[in-house]
């Protein structure tokens, strides 16, 4: 069956501007996970939702981050006002239910100059 | 901070030697995941051993669990030029926290 995705692979975009990055995760996950990967560095905790269930954003690293999932599928990660240190990979992950393995999209590179 | 650590940072080995990387995790788990991930993109899963057992096999691959010494160990017997990748243990109840990976080359 088909894996989580995301969209875009790639993107570049110029500081101060607005990005929004997709996760389409596999179908019938109840948990979805955010992480980021900076170059040569480990996973970065992002955020977490479970079902209807209010998300865990104890791992947003600023205000300018934020994510919604929409109808307990796709999920969106908006970064307002992008600076440098933004750079990284981010990756999405969702799992059957909390705890359970979980499946990787293959990440989108952001690249802000 | 919450997150773990894994050790070695670093591995290189040769071809057929066997590689240990350790986790070691703070607070208490329902059970613990290995990932491994190439080229710096999508992570794929190894194996998950649950909390109540102690070690757990999957093809060349062996992983035990100390839960009093909060630290799990992946073994990867008669190592390929195809590990060559970063490790990484997940960990945790509620929340779940990656250790910082260990980095294993294998020298064909």
């Known amino acids: 069956g088909a894996g989580v995705s995301q969209s875009p692979s790639n993107k570049v975009t110029e500081k101060g501007k607005d990005v929004e990055l997709r996760c389409d995760p596999i179908?019938?996950?109840?948990?979805l996970y955010w992480y980021r990967q900076s170059l040569g560095q480990g996973l970065e905790f992002l955020i977490y939702?479970?079902?209807?269930?209010?998300?865990?954003k104890s791992g947003l690293p600023s205000d300018r981050f934020s994510a919604e999932r929409t109808g307990g599928s796709v999920s969106t990660l908006t970064i307002q006002r992008t600076q440098q240190e933004d750079s990284a990979v981010y990756l999405c992950?969702?799992?059957?239910?909390?705890?359970?393995?979980?499946?990787f999209g293959p990440g989108t590179r952001l690249t802000v100059l | 901070s919450q997150q773990g650590e894994e050790d070695p940072q670093a591995l290189s080995i040769q071809e057929g030697e066997n590689a240990t990387m350790n986790c070691s995790y703070k607070?208490?788990?329902?059970?613990l995941q290995w990932y491994r991930q190439n080229s710096g993109r999508g992570l794929v899963h190894l194996i998950l051993?649950?909390?109540?057992?102690r070690e757990k096999h999957s093809g060349r691959l062996r992983v035990t669990l100390d839960t009093s010494k909060k630290s799990s160990s992946l073994l990867i017997t008669a190592s390929r030029a195809a590990d060559t990748a970063s490790y990484f243990c997940?960990?945790?109840?509620?929340?779940?926290?990656f250790g910082q990976g260990t980095r294993l080359t294998i020298n064909p």
């Open positions: 992950a969702s799992s059957l239910g909390p705890g359970d393995t979980q499946y």
């Open positions: 179908s019938g996950h109840t948990a």
């Open positions: 939702f479970q079902g209807n269930s209010a998300p865990d």
């Open positions: 607070t208490s788990i329902n059970n």
């Open positions: 051993i649950r909390s109540n057992e």
């Open positions: 997940l960990w945790g109840a509620q929340k779940l926290v």
